[in-house]
C-alpha cells in the first residue's frame, strides 16, 4: 500500500497531525542530492534546520550555517546521528567578512557547492510611523542583503558546476500585511532579487527559485508581537483555516526546487502558505 493511502492526515494543524504529515514527507525520501554540497543558512532552528536535514536525508553533504553557533551544531549532530552528512558553520549573513571567509572554508572542507538555500530570516511587528530605524536595517540585512552576499559569494561554483539557488521568502512578499513594513520589503526584494538572477543566469545552468511560506510552527513567531495600538483584526488576514505548516512541509518544497526534479523552473514563486495569497 502507498504511504498516501495507508493514512489519512490533515497536513498543517498542529500536534498529532504535524506529526502525521513530517512522517508521511519523510516516507517519500528519494536521493536526489547525492554527491551534491548544499548550502543552508539559518540552519540553527526552524525551517532552515528542516531543509538541512531533508537535503542531508537525500544524501547532500550539507553546509549548515547560522549566526547561533550552537544551535547549527545541534542541528548538525542531529543530521549525523541519522547517518548523513553535515558541518556547522557560525556565519553571520549580513557580513560581507562572514560569508566570504564561510563559503571558502566549505569548498575546503566539502568541496563546491551546486545548491545554495537562503532560509536565514528575522522579523517583527511595528508601527511603521515609530519603527526603529535600526530595526528596519537589520532586517533588510538579514533577509535581503544576506542572500545577496551568500549567492554572491557561491555564485562563482555553481556557474562552473550548475545549481540552484532557492530562496525563502513569505506570503509576505506577494501580499501587504499590517505592521510589517520592513518585513514585506525585505521579502518583496528578496523574490525580485530571485527573478532577476533567474534572468541573468537563465542559459548560464543556474536557477533561481523562491518558496513563499506562510505561517509556519517555529521559533520565529515567537518574535511578531503586536506593537501597541495595533488592532489584532489584522491578523486573521494571514491566519490559514489550514492552521500553521510544519518545517517538514515547507523544506519538501525547497528540496524540489533545489533538485533536478524542476530542472525546468526557474523565476519561479512556490506558495506554499495554506491557501492565504490565493
Ligand atoms: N515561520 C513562519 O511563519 C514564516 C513564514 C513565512 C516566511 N518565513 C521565513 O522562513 C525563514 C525561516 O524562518 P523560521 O520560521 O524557520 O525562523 P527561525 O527563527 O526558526 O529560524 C531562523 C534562523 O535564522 C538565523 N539567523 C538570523 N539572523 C541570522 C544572520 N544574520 N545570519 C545567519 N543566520 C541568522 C537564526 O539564528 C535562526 O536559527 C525566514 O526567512 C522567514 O522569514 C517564516
Request: hydrophobic share 45%; proline share 4%; glycine share 12%.
Amino acid at each position: 500500500m502507498s504511504p498516501v493511502a495507508s493514512h489519512k492526515i490533515t497536513l498543517g494543524q498542529g500536534g498529532e497531525q504535524h506529526d502525521a504529515a513530517d512522517a508521511i514527507l519523510a516516507s517519500f525520501l528519494v536521493k536526489r542530492f547525492e554527491g551534491k554540497v548544499a548550502i543552508v543558512t539559518g540552519a540553527g532552528s526552524g525551517i532552515g534546520r528542516g531543509t538541512a536535514r531533508r537535503l542531508a536525508a537525500e544524501g547532500a553533504s550539507v553546509a549548515a550555517l547560522d549566526v547561533m553557533g550552537d544551535a547549527v551544531a545541534e542541528t548538525v549532530a542531529g543530521i549525523t546521528a541519522d547517518g548523513g552528512t553535515a558541518i556547522a558553520y557560525t556565519c553571520d549573513v549580513t557580513s560581507e567578512e562572514s560569508v566570504t571567509s564561510t563559503v571558502d572554508s566549505i569548498v575546503a572542507d566539502l568541496g563546491a557547492p551546486s545548491v545554495v538555500c537562503n532560509v536565514a530570516g528575522i522579523g517583527g511587528f511595528f508601527n511603521s510611523h515609530d519603527m526603529p530605524f535600526d530595526r528596519w536595517q537589520k532586517i533588510l540585512a538579514v533577509n535581503l542583503t544576506g542572500p545577496f552576499l551568500v549567492c554572491r559569494a557561491a555564485l562563482p561554483h555553481l556557474l562552473e558546476h550548475g545549481g540552484a539557488i532557492v530562496n525563502v521568502c513569505s506570503n509576505t512578499a506577494l501580499m501587504g500585511q499590517a505592521y510589517s513594513a520592513a518585513y514585506c520589503a525585505s521579502k518583496g526584494g528578496l523574490l525580485m532579487f530571485t527573478k532577476a538572477l533567474a534572468a541573468e543566469y537563465l542559459d548560464r545552468g543556474v536557477r533561481a527559485n523562491v518558496v513563499a511560506p506562510g505561517g509556519t510552527d517555529t521559533p520565529l513567531l515567537g518574535s511578531f508581537d503586536l506593537p501597541e495600538g495595533a488592532d489584532p483584526k489584522q491578523l486573521t488576514k494571514i491566519m490559514s483555516p489550514m492552521g500553521f505548516s510544519t518545517p517538514a512541509e515547507i523544506a519538501a518544497s525547497i528540496a524540489f526546487l533545489a533538485s533536478d526534479e524542476s530542472s525546468y523552473t526557474t523565476g519561479a514563486v512556490l506558495s506554499v502558505d495554506g491557501g492565504l495569497t490565493i
